[in-house]
């Protein structure tokens, strides 16, 4: 317990009945976490395999999984730690016949039910098709199947129709969605009280991170799990729920008192991130919003250095201010790029800082938007990919056979999908089994053998030739390009295709530097997307949505775009939601160890107009320890004439390329 303050060491101690524990931002949850599970393990003597951690990402379980280790030894690989997601799946795997699946059932991704929605709403627009989706996943995290939807409009009507034909054709593929992972092991656990008394025998204490940022079904499954004994340490902060767009209740947060009334709370409130003012800026911020449990943070790390508010004459100045700001603290402070992040609402707003960054050369990276990996057009790809490899992947199957179109459509799918389920087999291996052709009519079976010939063909040279020739090869086979530029605009086609060329270069050159064929390259191709992750610890600028840096921390950040209609979002303001808004604004605010700065415009480009600007409430909310600067001319400070600003900066870059 060295170096725990009092309610750390109370938080990990209290094993009487379910906890609480409000951990405000940059107050060593994690540590208490990691704490409590050694704790129990090493003091409270339970086994390693009855302690289970539940967090929202894979970094984040993988960050505890590597506390743990280190706390104690070997056994912590015997700790189930994971997501939601991942307990949900190894749940049904184990349960897949009492869930009435198949032990290798697949797990459709969102791109692979995306195309599912696509073909099941073929005459609908891609924006009613995404609307539609997204009803249906709020629908399941809020444990509502078809049958006990209530439709209060069109969208809603539609959605509940397409609820049930989507839940069929899941079926029929012996597949589930990333909804199903909870909603199912909800429902099992509900129903069989034999499973649910197996289960409570082997979490004997459950403890959940971000516990404001789960749903109802998550909530659900938590309580399902622990039982009466409720032996549960639940770890969250009402004042970082910033999730409901996608399912989220932080009513969750709230009712854990009405429900257990044995609830015992104990707040974190020394923050160990942020300087004073830094906090004082973000408890006035917050202290707007109403509250069920106070709390106040806290921080012996002096006062700080004073937050400057820029008001910026318009977007692209507020880029140069924020740049040129970033470019002179660095040298002033000889910090690494790495200490700085800038952040904002949403991704659109990343473009200018991006041009400003790349012309002054400075290395960046950017969260918050589309990995390369989850392009639509590299998940195509990478579909034959991992279908070369394991001809079991049901979800690869699925998404190349249809990808470009090939006179295989839903109906054919589904009694393929049927046939695989009665045989206990995959998709793949349904389509030459002895009697198919009593089940899928001659002309789609004609293609699905065609195409299963072709992925035998394509695996066998991929054993043997040159990655690259043999990419080179199947890509004229399929189709894809001339498919891309007859199925969309010209300018999104060539884009599509540009991303294309970039990945079989890519993967034709991994291919001869590690002498591997493309086989062996496609049985790691899921492990791809793991690359993103190797960059994490470059010395680079962050940039990234106030959504995607939750969690993260940085010396200095600059909060930019900070005005009406942006922060708070439009949306929010005119649904009357500016509760959440204003705790997307604290989590920007108590990303910051060292130095933050504000900005907002007066002017702001949109499409083609200029749009006049007001800063947001929540500077107003920030209080007087700041410092307001520019009032749309470029303050004293700031008036250099190019030549100089130009000679500085040039002066600048000498001195960092020194040793």
């Known amino acids: 317990m060295q170096g725990l303050n009092p309610p750390q060491r109370e938080a990990i101690r209290y094993l009487d009945g379910p906890l609480l524990v409000l951990a405000g931002a940059g107050s060593g949850k994690t540590r208490v976490i990691t704490e409590k599970i050694a704790y129990l393990i090493g003091e409270v003597g339970l086994q390693p395999a009855h302690v289970t951690a539940i967090t929202f990402t894979n970094k984040a379980a993988r960050e505890m999984k590597e506390r743990v280790a280190k706390r104690v030894g070997e056994r912590a690989s015997e700790v189930n730690i994971s997501t939601f997601h991942a307990l949900g799946a190894k749940f049904l795997r184990m349960e897949a016949k009492a869930a009435g699946l198949k032990p290798g059932f697949s797990i459709l991704d969102a791109s692979d039910t995306s195309a599912l929605f696509a073909e099941l709403m073929k005459d609908a627009d891609k924006a009613r098709v995404k609307l539609i989706q997204q009803r249906i996943s709020l629908w399941k995290n809020a444990l509502l199947g078809p049958e006990d939807v209530v439709p209060a409009d069109d969208l809603e009507a539609g959605a509940a129709r397409v609820y049930a034909d989507y839940e069929r054709t899941l079926h029929a593929y012996q597949a589930v969605d990333f909804d199903d992972l909870i909603i199912k092991p909800v429902r099992l656990l509900e129903q069989d009280e034999e499973i649910a008394a197996r289960w409570r025998t082997r979490i004997w204490h459950l403890l959940v991170d971000e516990y404001q940022d789960t749903n109802r079904c998550q909530n659900r499954l938590m309580r399902l799990l622990t039982g009466e004994r409720a032996a549960f340490t639940a770890v969250g902060d009402d004042d970082q729920s910033i999730y409901a767009w996608r399912g989220a209740d932080v009513e969750n947060l709230n009712q854990l008192a009405a429900d257990y009334p044995r609830l015992k709370v104990v707040k974190l409130e020394q923050n160990y991130r942020s300087t004073t003012r830094i906090l004082k800026a973000a408890n006035s911020v917050i202290r707007h919003n109403p509250k069920l449990f106070e709390k106040k943070l806290w921080s012996d790390k002096g006062h700080g250095e004073v937050i400057r508010v820029m008001a910026c004459r318009d977007d692209q100045h507020e880029a140069e201010w924020v740049v040129t700001r970033l470019l002179a603290h660095k040298f002033e402070t000889r910090g690494r790029w790495r200490d700085y992040a800038i952040l904002y609402r949403g991704n659109h707003q990343a473009r200018l800082f991006e041009q400003q ?198 010396r200095h950040v600059f909060l930019v775009g900070v005005e009406e209609g942006i922060l708070p979002h439009r949306e929010a303001i005119d649904a009357g939601n500016i509760e959440e808004e204003r705790r997307l604004m604290y989590v920007g605010i108590t990303r910051a160890q060292l130095s933050l700065n504000v900005s907002w415009c007066l002017k702001r480009k949109q499409g083609k107009e200029i749009v006049e600007r007001t800063p947001s409430r929540f500077i107003a909310e920030m209080g007087d320890d700041v410092r307001h600067e520019g009032q749309g001319a470029v303050p004293e400070a700031e008036t250099v004439d190019k030549a100089a600003g130009n000679a500085r900066l040039a002066a600048f870059k000498a001195l960092l390329k020194q040793p």
Request: glycine fraction near 6%; include cysteine.
């Open 357 to 554: 960054l790349r012309a002054h050369k400075v290395p960046y990276r950017l969260s918050g938007g589309q990995s390369f990996f989850d392009k639509s057009e590299i998940k195509d790809l990478t579909s034959y990919l991992r279908l070369l490899a394991n001809r079991e992947d049901d979800p690869a199957f699925i998404r190349a056979v249809t990808t470009p179109k090939r006179g295989i459509g839903g109906t054919t799918l589904e009694a393929l999908g049927q046939a695989a389920g009665r045989r206990h087999i995959g998709l793949f291996a349904a389509i030459c089994a002895p009697g198919i052709e009593l089940e899928i009519k001659a002309a789609p079976l004609a293609a699905l053998r065609e195409f299963a010939a072709f992925i035998d063909r394509m695996a066998s040279r991929a054993e043997r030739e040159p990655a690259g020739q043999v990419l080179a090869d199947f890509l004229k086979a399929i189709g894809y390009e001339a498919w891309l530029l007859e199925s969309m605009e010209p300018r999104e086609a060539e884009a599509r295709l540009a991303n294309v060329r970039d990945f079989v270069q890519w993967l034709a050159a991994k291919g001869e530097e590690e002498n591997k064929t493309l086989l062996e390259l496609a049985q790691t191709v899921a492990l791809i997307t793991m690359l993103d992750q190797e960059e994490a610890d470059a010395d680079a600028v962050q940039l990234a949505t106030l959504h995607a840096a939750k969690g993260l921390e940085f």
